[in-house]
């Protein structure tokens, strides 16, 4: 297994073609916008080559393959049992907690590769005749040995999302096969916002849908290198991509690890050789397949969020207590609710892998209706996070100054001067953490926490409640009903 230099320099050897903001990066591996990505995988070679780092995520992150019979990442792992589920949920949280960052161009691959397996196997045993099922094996062998990074490419342009495939008016708004060759095939297409999709090996892609009997061209999976003749990446341009080449590592919030980074990734009439063709035409498996990632793909970014929460229970925690607030009433019970939503993801996860069926090549797979009940209940709990988050830290998430704004002479001081939360707090401890909480709330477009914070917090406005509400008269009315009172 390769540790994180090892990764580095494997990038390094590579000639993948990123663009970043209009411009063609070669060393795009060290450039400022795409280094949280490479530190994100990073990190999961060097925990995986040293358990010394942290022994928990070592012991989840290490597992054995049953294809080589060796050691193996487990994101690289093909699933064998309700165990293997679980162990996936515990490494995304682990793994979430420890970095604060996105690791999906690792985390997706276990979603196509599963589904893929599994949809294969299926095939084969159905009397398929192309050996899809067998050069899956090899490829993941292959790829298990040499501990590549492989990014799962689902999601297509989709053009006019009320139309089918082979309805749009531009046929390439799903990747597809434009040419049979005797020594492979070419597709042409695009997926776009592929997470962490340049700092991996490979590229790893499946249709985004369903298909009919019409869209045999539309039904094919294929595994390429990210150097392969053809591909480009287009990274996303998120304006928070601005901040960290803008500003100074100490003034962004997690610099090593907090940005979510994807990128579209542009296939002009690539070649895949027949080794790496994995489905190419069958439409009635991609029912099968889709549904599959989907649930795999779902558990994996349910757990996720879950460490995501954890470390804003962390941040709200820390702020609260620089604050001097920590033992206030309303500050613990967002704290709890915080960590309700947490525990809830994470049992629903659990249960969904506790009530898996076994495909017949032994994968399990999540329970549909519990991993998708997880993945809507999530979509809301980051959300009250996030503004819990940004409630209990207060405005100097969005407002502190600057680094530089620190070091002006004189006016520096003041700056700290004013910054103090209680006394025993280091004044740059505080505004350090402000800006974790800021970068994990998500909410640094202003307006968001401008609206929970300023005109006062929201327990400004409850307290109100408190000292207005009519109890006497509310009171009253409830005891003359229940024939308490006259
Ligand atoms: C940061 C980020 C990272 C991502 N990483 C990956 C990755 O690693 N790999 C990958 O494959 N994908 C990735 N995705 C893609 C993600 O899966 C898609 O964003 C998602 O599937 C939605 O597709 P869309 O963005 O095109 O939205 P749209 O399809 O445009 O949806 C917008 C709205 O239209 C509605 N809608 C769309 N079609 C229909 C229809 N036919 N009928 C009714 N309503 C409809 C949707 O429900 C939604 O409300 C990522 C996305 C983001 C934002």
Redesign the pocket.
């Known amino acids: 297994m390769m540790n994180g230099d090892e990764y580095i320099r494997s990038l390094q050897a590579m000639k993948t073609i990123v663009y970043i903001n209009g411009q063609k990066v070669s060393d795009y591996y060290s450039h400022p916008v795409m280094k949280p990505a490479v530190n994100t995988l990073k990190a999961t070679y060097d925990l995986a080559s040293d358990p010394e780092l942290d022994s928990d995520i070592h012991a989840l992150i290490v597992t054995e393959s049953d294809l080589t019979g060796g050691r193996v990442n487990r994101f690289l792992k093909i699933l064998q049992s309700r165990e293997d589920l679980l162990a996936r949920m515990k490494l995304q949280r682990a793994m979430m907690r420890y970095t604060g960052g996105c690791f ?1 161009g690792r985390c ?1 691959a276990g979603a196509v590769i599963n589904s893929l397996w599994s949809v294969t196997y299926d095939m084969e045993k159905a009397g398929c005749s192309a050996p899809y099922h067998q050069r899956f094996r090899n490829y993941m062998k292959a790829v298990q040995e040499q501990d590549l990074a492989v ?5 297509d342009a ?1 053009g006019d ?2 139309l089918p495939p082979h309805r749009q008016s531009d046929p390439d708004l799903y990747v597809r096969v434009v040419e049979r060759r005797k020594d492979g095939i070419v597709v042409n297409g695009a ?7 340049p700092v991996a090996h490979e590229r790893l892609v499946v249709p ?1 849908s369903a298909l009919g009997p019409d869209e045999e061209p539309y039904a094919v999976a294929f595994a390429v290198p990210g150097d392969a003749e053809g591909v480009v990446h287009v990274n ?1 341009s998120s304006c928070i991509n601005a901040k960290f080449e803008a500003m100074d590592h100490e003034d962004i919030g997690n610099a090593t690890f907090g940005m ?1 980074q ?1 990128a579209h990734i542009l296939f002009d009439h690539v070649f895949v050789p027949w080794d790496r063709v994995f489905l190419c035409g069958e439409w009635k498996p991609c029912r099968d397949l889709v549904h599959r990632f989907s649930d795999f793909q779902r558990l994996a970014s349910s757990s996720c969020r879950c460490g995501y929460i954890d470390l804003c229970i962390g941040a709200a925690s820390a702020m609260a207590d620089y604050n001097g607030v920590s033992s206030k009433s309303h500050i613990q019970e967002k704290l709890i609710d915080m960590s309700v939503d947490a525990e809830t993801i994470y049992g629903l996860v659990a249960g969904a892998s506790a009530h898996s069926t076994d495909t017949a090549s032994g994968v399990p797979l999540p329970d549909t209706m519990i991993i998708n009940a997880a993945k809507i209940y999530m979509n809301d709990a980051i959300l009250r996070t996030a503004q819990k988050l940004a409630d209990i830290g207060g405005g100097i998430l969005v407002t502190r100054p600057s680094n530089r704004d620190l070091r002006i002479p004189k006016v520096g001081d003041l700056l700290r001067k004013y910054h103090k939360g209680r006394d025993g707090i280091d004044v740059e401890d505080r505004l350090k953490m402000a800006r974790l909480c800021e970068s994990l709330s998500g909410l640094a477009s202003m307006t968001p926490i401008l609206s929970v914070i300023a005109a006062g917090p929201p327990a400004t406005q409850r307290l109100n409640f408190r000292l207005m509400t009519d109890l006497k008269r509310d009171r009253r009315a409830a005891e003359r009903l229940a024939g308490i009172a006259p």
């Open positions: 999906g997706v990014s799962g490419n689902i999601t989709k999302r009320s997926k776009l916002q592929q997470s962490g999709a985004t996303d979510h994807s």
